[in-house]
């Protein structure tokens, strides 16, 4: 599985994320289209920035009935992205109609991430609002098995749990981890944090990297720094 860093851009629009994309004169960096920029541009988001040479995970986070998501997979499938997810929540038969409506006719489809349980979740809240007693890193485990055994290619989890995630799914189990910071950066609202060199370190296979370069002063000097530590 080649390592790549990955940018977050969490941007409002169209506009702001070309601006931010036209630094970048030499390299294609992956890049992250989440939410708030596929909702307010729509699919040609997408198109464009895949147009300009990038590859795309696009983190949309699909969690519905398994016959809503495999034809919402469908949909995206035309959008020929690298990489999409959905909530492991969804159950086993959600994430098996996910990927048939991800596979296109030749048998290819892009690489379908499961997120566990997100990390603003507390296990307080888990316990007393989802009415999980088990501890969150055995849920954490469990739906990442979960996400395996449905034949999905991985998850998007803490840096520090990648290690463990592939100590049970799997050395080929794909971890994608944000969550990175650099040693002498600002961590922001972020918990628990490691630098790019670190998530290396433990086998991360993807780094999901937003402030740390899209507010740098130089924010292609910030990301050849992350690819510098991270794949080296
Ligand atoms: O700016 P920053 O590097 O914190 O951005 C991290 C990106 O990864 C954001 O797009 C955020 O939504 C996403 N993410 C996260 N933690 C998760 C899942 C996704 O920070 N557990």
């Not at 048939?100 to 990390?119: F, H, N, S, W, Y």
């Not at 433990?202 to 899209?214: K, Q």
């Not at 507010?215 to 690819?227: G, H, I, K, S, W």
Request: hydrophobic fraction near 45%.
């Amino acid at each position: 599985m080649g390592k790549d860093v990955i940018i977050a851009c969490d941007f409002a629009s169209a506009e702001a994320t070309f601006a931010f994309l036209d630094k970048f004169v030499d390299e294609k960096p992956f890049v992250k289209i989440g939410m708030e920029l596929y909702y307010a541009e729509g699919p040609s988001i997408v198109r464009e920035i895949k147009a300009r040479g990038h590859k795309i995970f696009l983190d949309l986070k699909l969690h519905d009935i398994p016959n809503t998501v495999k034809k919402a997979m469908k949909v995206l499938s035309n959008l020929d992205v690298d990489m999409t997810n959905l909530h492991a929540a969804g159950t086993k038969a959600m994430m098996e109609a996910a990927i048939e409506g991800l596979t296109k006719e030749d048998g290819t489809r892009p690489l379908l991430i499961a997120v566990t349980q997100l990390t603003s979740t507390s296990e307080e809240r888990m316990r007393d609002e989802l009415l999980i007693s088990a501890p969150i890193d055995q849920t954490v485990m469990h739906y990442a098995k979960n996400a395996a055994d449905a034949g999905l290619d991985g998850v998007v989890c803490s840096p520090l749990e990648a290690g463990k995630v592939h100590d049970t799914c799997g050395k080929s189990f794909v971890t994608v981890t944000p969550g990175v910071r650099f040693a002498d950066g600002d961590v922001g609202d972020q918990v628990r944090v490691m630098t790019p060199a670190q998530a290396k370190e433990i086998g991360s296979d993807y780094i999901v990297v937003g402030r740390p370069i899209t507010a740098a002063d130089d924010p292609v000097a910030a990301y050849r720094r992350c690819v510098a530590e991270f794949v080296g």
